[in-house]
T-cell receptor, first 114, second 114 residues
Framework: AQSVAQPEDQVNVAEGNPLTVKCTYSVSGNPYLFWYVQYPNRGLQFLLKYITGDNLVKGSYGFEAEFNKSQTSFHLKKPSALVSDSALYFCAVRAGYNNNDMRFGAGTRLTVKP | DTGVSQDPRHKITKRGQNVTFRCDPISEHNRLYWYRQTLGQGPEFLTYFQNEAQLEKSRLLSDRFSAERPKGSFSTLEIQRTEQGDSAMYLC????????????FGPGTRLTVL
């Protein structure tokens, strides 16, 4: 079955610095990869996805992610972090279009300090 | 607000009682998903509907859990004879047929079983 790993429970960065939130995946076949963000008392919000095509995917709020097939990774990045980016970030994978069992990582808490 | 809505947002019940949650997906989204999220973990897939048909069920969905989507619009998730281990956030998501790979989440129903 498909799975994702987010190796860092917590990431701390200073405002204005670049940020990276790591994700690695395991899946049979072509992966459908996603990043979601969760703010307190709110539902998960979709940030971006990789299905096929360009390995660098751009999403909401200035975030981007790079699909690396050889390293089975899909790290989330942003060139310049904002304090308002502080939240819980989840990576998720589906094993193709017809597989509706989306597996989420345990989440990484990002804290951006002023 | 035209997003996914869930009701109630919070539910406290005593062990052994039955509870029912409702999810209203985004209008015209034909796919609907239920997830469970416990503290410190990512969401776990429970079940999936396409229109009114329940097409996939996780092994996490024990016999005490039942979900319906009778008219292909809103859905209900019922838990019978609740146990303390059922305490979690129950999330609903929906997706449209034209963008079936992207799920849009509701705010969740937090269940506490005493």
């Amino acid at each position: 079955a498909q799975s994702v790993a987010q190796p860092e429970d917590q990431v701390n960065v200073a405002e204005g610095n670049p940020l990276t939130v790591k994700c690695t995946y395991s899946v049979s076949g072509n992966p459908y990869l996603f990043w979601y963000v969760q703010y307190p008392n709110r539902g998960l919000q979709f940030l971006l996805k990789y299905i096929t095509g360009d390995n660098l995917v751009k999403g909401s709020y200035g975030f981007e992610a790079e699909f690396n097939k050889s390293q089975t990774s899909f790290h989330l990045k942003k060139p310049s972090a904002l304090v308002s980016d502080s939240a819980l970030y989840f990576c998720a994978v589906r094993a193709g279009y017809n597989n509706n069992d989306m597996r989420f990582g345990a989440g990484t808490r990002l804290t951006v300090k002023p | 607000d035209t997003g996914v809505s869930q009701d109630p947002r919070h539910k406290i019940t005593k062990r052994g009682q039955n509870v029912t949650f409702r999810c209203d997906p985004i209008s015209e989204h034909n796919r609907l998903y239920w997830y469970r999220q416990t503290l410190g973990q990512g969401p776990e897939f429970l079940t999936y509907f396409q229109n009114e048909a329940q097409l996939e069920k996780s092994r996490l969905l024990s016999d005490r859990f039942s979900a319906e989507r009778p008219k292909g619009s809103f859905s209900t998730l019922e838990i019978q004879r609740t146990e303390q281990g059922d305490s979690a956030m129950y999330l609903c998501a929906s997706s449209p047929s034209r963008e079936a790979d992207t799920q849009y989440f509701g705010p969740g129903t937090r269940l506490t079983v005493l």
